[in-house]
């Protein structure tokens, strides 16, 4: 069945808009002039007809995976047994009191970074142009990557105390030496660590603090207002993430932002019809990440993403 004029001159103006979009976030990307959102969804695994490979046991467990298998070592659903296992942060919390800190954290460190290896995805995201890369992924497989592309992260760990200055970049940002923000903490610090609901809440708190005691460093939050923003590997579905967004935003003026994409197969509707339909804040970009990478990758290098790092 042939679609009728109005739906077929729909989709083609969709398509249209959809190579616009993806041109003009390659031209900032080419510039060194977009900021990198980073999470967890940039490990899922390709599609089979992709011709990519990520096999599972380098692979990070992604976060209802990785509360899975927390709940089952801590008996959550005995404790619990109304309670559904992927909430993380309630099970992690559940763990934490059940089987100390320590234990947690070596839990959550072995899972995601204990014998993982980065995805095809990270390492091309690792080659192209982006100086400042913001991520709440606990591993260290981005900086992994970013090395073997012959570059020299600097990073900033979340300091859950703020009994320090939050670690900022000196002097003018380099693509070669990108400044990596890891707002959620790093598996190498393990007081760092943001996964339990206290965790969160300690986190939000500490998003109130003044210069220079502010989680996100004043050079990203000063650029920010300056270039776009890419999420990659996210759902704004998750209440954290929009928590975490609206308070990078909070009490600014919306007219001087950048725009901002978020990459996401599918988006959730009422999420879309807020922060699209009517605040203007994100444009979706419907594809899943196997698909957008790429073809990120070949309109700012001119080359075929690479299939293997």
Not at 101 to 111: E, F, I, T, Y
């Amino acid at each position: 069945m042939r679609a009728c004029p109005e739906t077929q001159s729909h989709l083609n103006i969709m398509t249209q808009i959809d190579e616009t979009t993806l041109k003009t976030i390659a031209d900032k990307v080419t510039k060194g002039e977009c900021i990198l959102f980073l999470g967890a969804g940039a490990h899922y695994p390709p599609p089979e007809a992709s011709g990519y490979a990520y096999p599972e046991a380098l692979r990070p467990p992604l976060g209802s995976a990785l509360s899975r298998s927390l709940a089952t070592e801590c008996e959550f659903e005995k404790a619990f047994p109304k309670e559904g296992v992927t909430n993380l942060q309630r099970v992690s919390l559940f763990y934490e009191v059940k089987k100390n800190r320590q234990n947690l954290v070596k839990k959550v460190s072995d899972a995601v970074f204990m014998g993982k290896r980065p995805s095809p995805i990270l390492c091309a995201l690792a080659r192209l142009k982006f100086p400042l890369v913001i991520t709440t992924n606990y591993d260290q497989l981005f900086e992994s990557a970013l090395q073997s592309a012959g570059k020299t992260p600097l990073v900033s760990i979340y300091n859950k105390t703020g009994d320090q200055p939050t670690r900022d970049y000196p002097g003018n940002l380099d693509p070669n030496q990108p400044f990596v923000v890891k707002v959620h903490g790093d598996v190498q610090s393990p007081e760092s660590i943001v996964i339990t609901d206290e965790d969160y809440i300690q986190f939000v708190l500490r998003m109130s603090d003044k210069e220079p005691f502010n989680p996100v460093p004043l050079t990203f939050r000063f650029f920010f207002t300056k270039w776009p923003t890419l999420f990659v590997g996210y759902s704004l579905l998750d209440y954290n993430l929009r928590l975490l967004f609206k308070t990078l935003r909070w009490k600014i003026d919306p007219s001087i932002f950048p725009d901002t994409y978020s990459v996401d197969i599918a988006p959730d509707p009422l999420i879309v019809d807020v922060y699209y339909n009517r605040q203007r804040y994100i444009n979706f970009i419907t594809q899943d990440v196997w698909t957008f990478v790429p073809s990120l990758y070949q309109m700012v290098t001119g080359e075929e993403m690479p299939k293997q790092c």
